[in-house]
């Protein structure tokens, strides 16, 4: 019988999650600050950057992934 040994890239789910956050955690800061709220709450911002705020998260589970699996 064979042995299956899966081997787990922690090294590459690092550089990408890192560059998932740091790509779209810059892209909402500077969509944050260029927001004007003119009678809206800033909820109205998370729901209009939805995408960015995905990606963001995306790469916090990709370096939980990485650091504690």
Known sequence: MEIITIKKD????????????????????KRFYSYKPTYKCRLDFLMEN?????G??????????????
Do not use: N
């Open 10 to 29: 922690t090294s590459m789910l690092v550089l990408f999650g890192l560059l998932f956050v740091i790509i779209f955690g810059l892209w909402s800061i």
């Open 50 to 54: 939805a995408s960015l705020i995905a």
């Open 56 to 69: 963001f998260l995306t790469g916090l589970g990709l370096l939980l992934i990485a650091f504690f699996m």
